[in-house]
């Protein structure tokens, strides 16, 4: 049986064929008793599901994988690409992607597995906390700047005990305790999570490969191994920055070239992760660092960080490849040939 399924967080609209009879059948399922009704009473039959990649699904898929069932994800942009009809209803999305799964058309994407699921969610909450940590901590800096503490531009313990020392009267003090007690909240919570990164870090060979590099710690190694999951999806490192979103928009045509900022389609949070990693790398590599210098002073330091941060997935990427650390990498001085390495996919070198 080959269904497919216009899925929605409240209900979703299914058109499926049984291969064997040709009977075609379209309904609705309510979420989640008649959903979960219907898949069990096909339970073994051999059903195939393909759906688009969204959000609001983990119990459906947990519910397919206990039956036994193979459920497919699709691009949703290649899928809408591939229907040129302006009407678009539940009813017609759902016997499109059952014709395409008939035609052997369907736009399948990479599925993590569910380990890889969890360990993105732990980084996924670690990297809220962080930012509400900043938040926090940029609100109490504020307040030092607005009695005249304006001789530092990092929170550091000294800064913390110089605006706890303000003398402050009414909601001010109020707001100073509060903030306080909730900052000392968040760093009682990041700690675990920080600990569990390291761990998970630790165990994985290809994140400690990537540790070697300056600049890319657990969070960073860790978030990039799960993000590109089998980098055997990738042919070159040009596929990889398009992957995460790094690689600029682009409008040409003729003789004429428009390019924009960046496309921004991929994971935000190893986007933002690879920024934030490109600013220490820089300074431990001379082309780079004087690349980030040029273009810090010619355009933006917010271009020149996404520069570095573009070189930098491509490296990791080519480390994850050859299976070399930072240092072997920097002997080799170009990432020709390093497909050619063991544990690469290329061919063996000519002798």
């Not at 699904?57 to 690409?81: K, M, Q, S, V, Y």
């Not at 810090?296 to 070189?311: D, F, N």
Request: proline content about 4%; some cysteine.
């Amino acid at each position: 049986m080959i269904i497919g399924c216009d899925f929605h967080p409240r209900f979703q609209q299914i058109a499926c064929v049984d291969t064997e009879t040709g009977e075609g059948v379209e309904r609705r399922l309510h979420h989640p008793a008649e959903a979960e009704s219907f898949y069990r009473s096909v339970a073994g039959r051999g059903v195939r599901i393909g759906m688009e990649a969204t959000g609001s699904f983990g119990w459906f898929r947990r519910l397919l994988n206990e039956l036994g069932h193979e459920l497919l994800l699709g691009d949703a942009t290649a899928i809408r690409a591939s229907n040129p009809r302006k009407q678009k209803t539940d009813k017609r999305d759902a016997r499109h992607l059952l014709t395409l799964l008939l035609e052997e058309r369907f736009p399948a994407v990479w599925q993590p597995t569910e380990e890889n699921a969890g360990l993105r969610q732990l980084l996924l909450h670690r990297s809220s906390l962080v930012r509400m940590r900043t938040r926090v901590e940029n609100q109490l800096d504020s307040l030092g700047k607005n009695e005249g503490m304006v001789a530092s531009r990092r929170w550091t313990g000294k800064r913390r005990r110089e605006v706890e020392g303000l003398a402050l009267q009414g909601w001010y003090c109020e707001r100073r305790r509060d903030l306080l007690l909730f900052l000392d909240q968040l760093e009682e919570r990041i700690g675990p999570l920080d600990q569990a990164v390291r761990a998970a870090a630790e165990a994985d060979a290809q994140a400690r490969l990537l540790m070697t590099h300056p600049g890319v710690g657990p969070v960073v190694s860790l978030a990039f191994v799960l993000t590109i999951g089998d980098w055997q999806r990738f042919q070159r490192g040009k596929q990889v920055a398009s992957y995460l979103g790094l690689i600029p928009c682009e409008d040409s045509s003729a003789d004429k070239r428009r390019l924009g900022h960046i496309s921004k389609q991929g994971n935000p949070m190893l986007r933002w992760l690879l920024v934030q990693a490109a600013t220490t790398a820089q300074r431990y590599d001379g082309p780079w660092h004087r690349q980030y210098v040029r273009l810090s002073m010619q355009k933006h330091h917010g271009v020149a960080k996404l520069a570095i941060a573009h070189k930098l997935a491509v490296r990791l990427y080519w480390m994850l490849r050859s299976g070399q650390d930072y240092r072997q990498v920097m002997e080799r001085g170009s990432h020709a040939g390093q497909s050619a390495c063991p544990n690469g996919c290329g061919t063996t070198p000519r002798t």
